[in-house]
């Protein structure tokens, strides 16, 4: 039986940029699994170090993905994320740190997906768990391309600086 919330989840996630080729099958399932949190401007999400507790799918605001050195207490943005966006899926890896920082740098509304529930879904079923991985590498090469490219950005510019 589907309750109202996980119907109106079921409904958002659907329209989530990152599962937009999932089948509804394993979209009701992530539904299942899932709770709306509202973080507020400047909450941390996560910090660096912290275990992979869930992985998240942006409804409405901005998240930044920042890194911290030790020896600089000036975070080093990685990547923005908005609407129809996920973050957090290093928490699909049990044994893996989280390895920056996530920042609402708006109010933001989004889904968060508990992790050790749906790694246990993955065990039950092959099939989402396929799909779940198909759809977070896509995530991945993504944001490695962006970040090269936001690399690329930086060298160009402190050559032409010097």
């Known amino acids: ?13 659907r329209g989530m940029h990152a599962l937009q080729k999932m089948e509804t099958g394993h979209i009701k399932k992530l539904a299942a699994l899932a ?46 994320v908005g609407p129809g966006h996920l973050f957090g899926w290093s928490a699909l890896f049990p044994t ?32 989402l768990e396929n799909a779940m991985i198909q759809q977070v590498n896509e995530v991945i090469a993504d944001r490695l391309a962006a970040i090269r490219q936001q690399l690329a950005n930086t060298i160009q510019l402190e050559a032409k600086v010097k």
């Open 96 to 127: 893996r740190r989280k390895q920056a920082r996530a920042r609402a740098v708006t109010p933001a509304r989004v889904i968060a997906i508990n992790a050790a529930g749906l790694r246990a879904a993955f065990r039950s079923d092959q099939s």
């Open 35 to 80: 709770s709306e949190m509202q973080f507020a401007k400047d909450q941390i999400i996560y910090r660096s170090g912290d275990p992979g507790e869930a992985i998240y799918f942006i409804e409405e605001g901005e998240v930044v993905i920042e890194m911290t050195q030790p020896d600089n207490p000036n975070p080093m943005l990685m990547y923005t």
């Open 1 to 13: 039986m589907t309750t109202q919330t996980e119907l109106r989840l079921l409904t958002a996630l």
